[in-house]
């Protein structure tokens, strides 16, 4: 049984695995993060907002300060989803499931 947590991703209860909602690839254990079963792009900034005036402050975001990191689905190539984190930040879990309870609240449905 797969249960919706994201637009694009699932559980499913049965294997505890987390999967790409569009083509149901299985990605990673659900009791562990998700990130980690998808492709990273780790991306400059510039690449994603086009410096507006040709000056130290444009409108951008500072490569030095920031990077933006986009999480896909090795299967079907979804983007899961995106984040800024700073340089050097580590990847971050940002979400935690309570596997047991989630089991037993669909087992009474």
Same mark, same amino acid.
């Given at each position: 049984?797969?249960?919706?947590?994201?637009?694009?991703?699932?559980?499913?209860? +049965?294997?505890?695995?987390?999967?790409?909602?569009?083509?149901?690839?299985?990605?990673?254990?659900?009791?562990?993060?998700?990130?980690?079963?998808?492709?990273?792009?780790?991306?400059?900034? +510039?690449?994603?907002?086009?410096?507006?005036?040709? +000056?130290?402050?444009?409108?951008?975001?500072?490569?030095?300060?920031?990077?933006?990191?986009?999480?896909?689905?090795?299967?079907?190539?979804?983007?899961?989803?995106?984040?800024?984190?700073?340089?050097?930040?580590?990847?971050?879990?940002?979400?935690?499931?309570?596997?047991?309870?989630?089991?037993?609240?669909?087992?009474?449905?």
């Amino acid at each position: 049984m797969k249960v919706q947590i994201t637009e694009y991703l699932d559980i499913d209860l +049965e294997k505890e695995l987390w999967c790409c909602n569009r083509c149901g690839f299985e990605l990673y254990p659900a009791r562990d993060n998700y990130k980690k079963g998808c492709l990273i792009h780790d991306r400059d900034p +510039e690449t994603v907002y086009n410096p507006l005036i040709q +000056e130290e402050y444009n409108f951008c975001p500072n490569a030095e300060w920031i990077r933006i990191v986009e999480y896909y689905c090795p299967s079907c190539g979804t983007m899961i989803e995106n984040e800024f984190l700073p340089p050097g930040h580590p990847i971050t879990y940002d979400i935690a499931i309570d596997i047991d309870d989630l089991k037993s609240r669909w087992k009474t449905k």
